[in-house]
């Protein structure tokens, strides 16, 4: 490994740690629920399976092939490595965020997809799909969650939680509690007696995506 590869993991293994940290603080995870992945190359950098985030350091990278095969690292990886690869072998993703969010995991019980509440279900590609439930860590539940991302970068997973992916792991991370609180938001209409959530039309949704993709400061190069 060269200098700069070298330097490109650690700077990344930083953000990830980081991030995993941020799902805890903000309430996404309990414990060791829940992980982070970052791809760097051919080097897929996940959490740690069983370590709680704040007792991670420098020293604890662990990273896996393409092919599932750990490249770097003594610690094992999280059990969930088959859900992450997936992902990067069907997108151009660099970063995933699995969380078991409290709303969004109560969503998951009760529909199939969660529906259209708010604008910003446009920036994840759309009304966002529940995977069917399947034992955590298996090959199956990875083709359930593939399924349910077709064309999104997020998915719930029934009775289990979040799968979401983003160029970065910022991105990954405010996909993440956007859906959450979309989910929050909801859970919270459809619990008032008499009344029917209003819903958004899938022309309003395109409005809102293509509106979406000039959402943010101007580069200035």
């Known amino acids: 490994m060269t200098e700069t590869e070298r330097a ?14 941020r799902t805890v603080a903000d309430g996404l995870v309990v414990g060791t629920s829940g992980n982070v992945s970052v791809r760097v190359g051919d080097t897929v950098l996940v959490t740690p399976t069983g370590v709680p985030y704040d007792r991670l350091t420098p020293q604890d990278a ?5 092919d599932g095969r750990r490249v770097l690292g003594e610690l094992e990886p999280t059990s969930e490595v088959p859900m992450h690869l997936a992902v ?4 151009d993703a660099a970063a995933v965020v699995h969380t078991h969010a409290v709303h969004a995991t109560a969503v998951s019980l009760l529909v199939d997809e969660l529906p259209p509440v708010h604008y910003m279900t446009a920036a ?21 969650m593939l399924r349910a991302l077709h064309e999104r970068t997020a998915c719930l997973l029934r009775n289990h939680g979040t799968v979401v992916h983003g160029a970065t792991l910022a991105q990954a991370y405010d ?3 956007q859906l959450e609180w979309m989910c929050r938001v909801w859970l919270a209409a459809r619990s008032v007696p008499g009344h029917t959530p209003s819903l958004l039309s899938a ?8 509106k979406l993709r000039g959402y943010g400061q101007p580069r200035r190069d």
Not at 8 to 21: F, G, H, K, Y
Not at 62 to 66: A, D, E, K, N, P
Not at 130 to 137: E, F, H, Q, R, T
Not at 205 to 210: I, S, V
């Open 124 to 144: 994840l590609g759309g009304p966002v799909r529940v995977a069917p439930y399947a034992l955590y860590g298996s090959d199956e539940l990875a083709e359930n």
């Open 88 to 91: 990067y072998r069907s997108t």
């Open 203 to 210: 022309g309003q949704l395109h409005e809102a995506g293509e």
């Open 62 to 66: 662990v990273g896996v092939g393409l």
């Open 175 to 177: 996909r993440t509690a």
């Open 8 to 21: 490109r993991i650690e700077e990344a293994w930083a953000d990830l740690v980081a991030t995993a940290r």
